[in-house]
């Protein structure tokens, strides 16, 4: 052998020994042993590296040797190999072999799936993409083709793209349908393009393809937890469309084959949150709540699932409050905060918890503390983009409150810009619509009763062009209460005295399909017939309508609207009274009327403690109950109840009820000058709070002070709490005022 040769013979020596190992590689690949194939795929590489001209063997070397890393969960060494590969393939001479071609195409399709598994969705998408679009030149390869455009499907859906999900799945499934054995893989399709379809909220849809999904399955042996996916897909989509038993069934079958497999702690937990929020949809509110609870129980022994531990508190809050349980409610709302507070990415759902505190905040009758955090949720959800329903959700619901407050022009802007944001929002004409109702409440309270009367009419309108079929039984309700808004302004503004618009609301009301939802409406109503009949001296007819409004109201569960009623009541009995000649007939009628009165004189008296703050206590009470006390005050006149009077007088001045003002004679209760033609109410009259007699100037500016009682002693009278007790003990040791407490309001009778 001369020397020219030996090196010819070593490269041959070489090759074959590293064409052996790299067949012993390929064996151990095909067998599973992936340990023994990365071994010798990588000693096949190192003895190519010797041999001239191999780089296509090298990087058939790398392939395999990456195959094995995949299969052996070393994703970041697969990734690697498949690159080095991909580079070597590249610098290859243009050569028509199919099997080279292949390998370079598999070696862009493996790469895509390592940085898939890498969380790389873009990265991986991009290599799918030119690994089709490669494979698509090789005849043959149509599985192959299939496989990336399911996986780029993968990517995009990880992308939130999920039309673009869509388009892939559809087209893979189309390629698998033509290839024998791939039932698996099309059941893969349709599951994930029914999830696709379901995000997209065709529900209908995604409900299809997953059934679809479920029958193929179940033709593949081992794909119990597959099958499980499908039913528990079908679940959502069967809430999405409101079908709440359907939704249920499939959410407990779906946790009986979960049950069955290991390590599903986490989607068994899944279908009893969405079992608890079925039942919600179906109005079994006890056995919503026993699911929410064994949902969040397994949720807490499965690590990352913090999110999902604070949706089932979130979730179970609404259930609490149609418990009547809002206490509850509100600490479910507090705890999902704190746990959304360490999510990142949670601002929305930090902000659902706020305002939904604040709705039970505002049943709790902490109005500013309601008012406070549904602030603090339009302020988070600013924050996140295509939030604008959320925010004009916050806006509207802080109307209502700020109306509580007294604060009617701050309860207007709220309403306003929430009107303006809804504006914004496709499908919000009911929202708008309930805007605009609500803002026309607020400026009949202002006493601009014409512009309530456009607002009621603009609602009208609203609803009457834009209400689609699922929205009718809920938009006529809302037309109703337009209806009655717009009798009302007409009746102030002396265009008629009539109940025509609120018997056309009661006649919407008392239809089967509103009549269990709309007893307060009813009651509404009818209280504004008994305005009506008053005014026009049907005094029957006004009590019979004011007697079957307060009913109503019981009936509802709101036994302290059915008080509110007693003042219009008492004053039609008294008005009655001065009608009857019998002086026993009209005393009873004014017993009767006394006692509405000072039950409800007691419930407004105590239901302003429920403000904190001075300012706020003020205007409530000059809203709500300086009128009843006058009433109250000369009814008892009437009776010729002196005693009683000094009760009243007493009791509302020690608890700090009365703002005295201590400037003056010619000052008002708000401090402003009062002319000698101006009338003095009955509590000023009573009480003396026009006489300069028993005011000092040091006192000025005083509000809501204990002051002596008429005809009573001051010293005893200035140890009593500034806040409802139990009762109150006055110094000539008649009965306190009965039910002067936390208690629903009783009837107190004085004889």
């Not at 803002?439 to 309108?461: P, T």
Request: hydrophobic share 35%; aromatic share 8%.
């Amino acid at each position: 052998m001369t020397d020219d040769e030996q090196p010819n013979e070593s490269e041959d020596e070489l090759r074959r020994r590293a064409n052996e190992s790299f067949s012993t590689g390929a064996e151990a690949l095909l067998r599973g042993d992936y340990s023994e194939a990365l071994s010798s795929c990588e000693n096949a590489l190192a003895l190519y590296r010797g041999v001239p001209g191999s780089e296509c063997d090298q990087a058939c070397c790398l392939y395999n040797s990456g195959v094995a890393l995949m299969r052996l969960g070393d994703w970041w060494g697969a990734l690697e190999r498949f690159d080095r590969a991909l580079a070597l393939y590249r610098e290859l001479p243009e050569i028509d072999r199919d099997q080279v071609r292949f390998l370079y195409n598999s070696g862009i399709d493996n790469s895509g799936i390592m940085l898939m598994r890498l969380g790389d969705w873009r990265g991986a998408l991009e290599r799918f993409d030119r690994a089709l679009a490669l494979y698509r030149e090789l005849p043959g390869t149509e599985r192959k083709q299939a496989d990336c455009l399911y996986n780029s499907g993968v990517a995009l859906r990880e992308l939130g793209d999920w039309r673009g999900a869509l388009e892939r799945f559809d087209r893979a499934l189309a390629l698998y349908r033509e290839l024998p054995g791939t039932e698996r893989k099309q059941a893969d399709c349709l599951y994930n393009s029914g999830v696709a379809l379901g995000e997209l909220g065709d529900w209908r849809g995604g409900l299809e393809h997953s059934e679809w999904a479920l029958v193929l399955y179940r033709g593949v042996p081992g794909t119990e937890r597959k099958q499980a996916d499908c039913l528990y897909s079908s679940g959502v989509a069967l809430t999405g469309l409101g079908d709440w038993r359907g939704a249920l069934e499939r959410f407990d079958r779906a946790l009986a084959l979960y049950r069955e497999l290991p390590g599903t702690e986490r989607k068994q937990a899944d279908c009893l949150h969405n079992s608890g929020v079925a039942l919600t949809g179906l109005g079994d509110w006890r056995g919503a709540l026993e699911r929410f609870d064994r949902a969040l129980t397994l949720y807490r022994g499965v690590p990352g699932t913090e999110r999902d531990q604070a949706g089932c508190l979130y979730s179970s809050g609404p259930v609490l409050d149609r418990l009547g349980d809002w206490r509850s409610a509100l600490e479910r709302f507090d705890r999902a905060l704190t746990l959304f507070r360490g999510v990142s990415g949670s601002e929305r759902d930090q902000a659902g918890c706020l305002y939904s505190s604040g709705i039970v905040l505002g049943k709790l009758g902490d109005w500013r503390g309601a008012l406070e955090r549904f602030d603090r949720a339009l302020t988070l959800y600013r924050g996140v983009p295509g939030t604008e329903r959320d925010q004009a959700g916050c806006l509207y619901s802080s109307g209502p409150v700020l109306d509580r407050l007294g604060d009617w022009r701050g309860a207007l802007g709220r309403f306003d810009r929430a009107l303006t944001l809804f504006r914004g929002v496709s499908g919000s004409e009911r929202d708008q619509a309930d805007c605009l109702h609500n803002s026309g409440i607020v400026l009949g309270k202002l006493g601009d009763w014409r512009g309530a009367l456009k607002r009621f009419e603009r609602a009208l309108a609203l609803l009457d062009q834009h209400t689609p079929e699922a929205d009718r039984i809920e938009a006529e309700r809302t037309g109703a209460r337009c209806v009655q808004g717009i009798g009302a302004c007409l009746v102030n503004l002396n265009e008629a005295v009539f109940p025509n618009h609120f018997t056309r609301a009661l006649e919407v009301f008392r239809r089967p399909e509103h009549v269990d939802h709309t007893k307060d409406d009813q009651a509404s109503c009818l209280r504004l017939i008994g305005n009506c009949r008053s005014a026009t001296g049907d005094l029957n007819g006004a009590v019979d309508a004011y007697q079957q409004a307060q009913e109503l109201h019981r009936e509802a569960g709101h036994p302290e609207k059915a008080t509110e009623i007693n003042v219009p009541l008492a004053r039609v009995l008294k008005r009655k009274a001065a009608a009857i000649d019998s002086i026993f007939e009209r005393c009873a009628l004014l017993e009767e009327s006394l006692n509405l009165t000072i039950e409800a004189a007691l419930y407004l008296d105590r239901s302003r403690f429920r403000l904190d703050r001075l300012d706020d206590r003020q205007r409530w009470f000059q809203a709500h109950a300086q009128s009843t006390m006058d009433l109250a005050l000369d009814v008892a006149a009437e009776l010729d109840r002196p005693h009683l009077i000094s009760d009243l007088i007493a009791t509302w001045r020690t608890v700090g009820t009365l703002d005295v003002p201590r400037t003056g004679p010619s000052r008002t209760a708000g401090g402003e000058s009062r002319t000698s033609d101006q009338s003095v109410t009955a509590t000023e009259h009573f009480t003396g709070a026009n006489s300069a007699k028993e005011m000092s100037e040091e006192d000025e500016g005083s509000a809501f002070v204990a002051g002596p009682a008429v005809g009573s002693q001051t010293a005893i009278i200035a140890h009593l709490p500034r806040r409802p007790g139990p009762g109150l003990l006055m110094p000539h040791h008649r009965t306190a005022l009965a039910g002067y407490d936390q208690a629903p309001a009783r009837t107190a009778a004085y004889r």
